[in-house]
């Protein structure tokens, strides 16, 4: 069992940037894929951003541009940093630990964060 850590999140206005964190403790984080999720009220909870163990990224379209996803694997952290913040970025933002081991998919999720950004 892997318990992921965030924070950061809050409420901003529109066009102000927030940073998120997510800590994997005593996990095997440097070999998973972190992603990070958003789910707003009543839409589909949906990938935001990724990055593999490797570092190669992927972003949702509406995103690319204006959030930035890095990890730092000596601190076993993932952060989200988020610019120009939209009104419809406000969501809960969950972060996804995910690896394999064995041929068998291992996928753990955070609590989730909230972030609300006021136009």
């Known amino acids: 069992q892997v318990r992921l850590v965030e924070s950061g999140g809050g409420l901003v206005q529109a066009g102000g940037s927030l940073k998120l964190s997510c800590t994997a403790p005593?996990?095997?984080?440097?070999?998973?894929?972190m992603s990070w999720y958003r789910q707003a009220p009543g839409k589909q909870r949906e990938l935001v951003a990724r990055?593999?163990?490797?570092?190669?990224?992927d972003y949702l379209d509406s995103v690319k541009g204006r959030f930035t996803i890095s990890r730092d694997n000596a601190q076993r952290t993932v952060y989200l940093q988020m610019n120009s913040l939209k009104p419809e970025d406000t969501a809960v933002y969950y972060c996804?630990?995910?690896?394999?081991?064995?041929?068998?998919?291992?996928?753990?999720w955070g609590q989730g964060t909230q972030v609300t950004v006021s136009s």
């Open positions: 005593g996990s095997a984080f440097s070999i998973a894929t």
């Open positions: 996804n630990f995910k690896r394999t081991q064995w041929a068998t998919l291992l996928e753990y």
């Open positions: 990055i593999n163990s490797g570092g190669i990224t």
